[in-house]
């Protein structure tokens, strides 16, 4: 299961998805994902990172085109100084608990910035751990949902484009709980 120096991977269709443990404004995809708010502000976490990495044209970008964004859903704009061509800001749900359908707005923000990255012709994209953050989303629960969500996304999408999806992640406990659900994904499939 394992991929290069024993990172997991699952294989669907002629796409992979995989996990790296690095600063996600250096990694190299064409498309970067954003955990943004739904203000479209900036902020701190990975959305102040990317932004200052970016540079003022991405927000400039974003206020030229866009008055917001709902849970759930997810906007693109260009990359600004980033290597990347795109970035999607994809805005998760804040955790209240669980039952106020935390679970299907994660999933939704991953979905619908695969469309996104699909429409740009994106062959690649990275994604953070959206709602892990300051949003308070249990890393063990959203990790499962996100992880879920790209695979079903990819099997109902066989001819998009997309051939790398990639959770890029920081921190210890993120890195193992997203491990685990890439290793669960791919042991439920053969590779």
Known sequence: MGGPAGTPHADIGSARIDLEQQD???FQADAIVNAANSALAGGGGVDGAIHRAAGPSVMQELRG???GCPTGSAVITGAGNLSAQ????AVGPVWRGGTHGE????ASAFRTSLDLA??????S??????SCGIYGYPVEQAAPVAVGAVRDWLLA?????????????RGDETASAFDR???AIAAARPN
């Open 125 to 130: 994209i990275a994604f953070p751990a959206i």
């Open 181 to 183: 659900a890439v290793r």
């Open 103 to 106: 679970a299907e707005d994660l």
């Open 86 to 89: 795109h970035i999607i800001h």
């Open 24 to 26: 996600i404004t250096r």
């Open 157 to 169: 999408h066989p001819d998009s484009p997309l051939r790398r999806v990639t959770f890029v992640v």
């Open 65 to 67: 085109k866009y008055t």
């Open 118 to 123: 699909e429409a740009a012709s994106a062959t």
